[in-house]
């Protein structure tokens, strides 16, 4: 019983340090048009639920040199039960 308790007890100080880690900083996503989402030096990266989870990919791309900006755009596509947030990775 002992070995679960510790055990446990790691995985939750183990789980609180990755998410005070994960958490990202203030997003440094540049301000653009809707016409430089077309530029050829644009990627769409990924599709996601929240603002959060694109930040956090945006900012650990760029972090690690990768790319060297992002921006999360909202969009709403008809026949779709909700809106997705669209990172869009470029140089």
Known sequence: MRTLRTALALA???GALLVGAA??????SPTTSAASYAAPD???FG?????EACRYFGESLTAAGVWRYYSCRYEW???EPQGYYYLYMYN
Not at 23 to 28: D, E, L
Not at 47 to 51: A, G, Q, S
């Open 77 to 79: 596509r008809s026949g």
């Open 42 to 44: 644009n990627y769409h």
């Open 23 to 28: 958490t990202p900083a203030q997003a440094a």
């Open 47 to 51: 599709t996601y639920y929240t603002l």
């Open 12 to 14: 939750c100080v183990s």
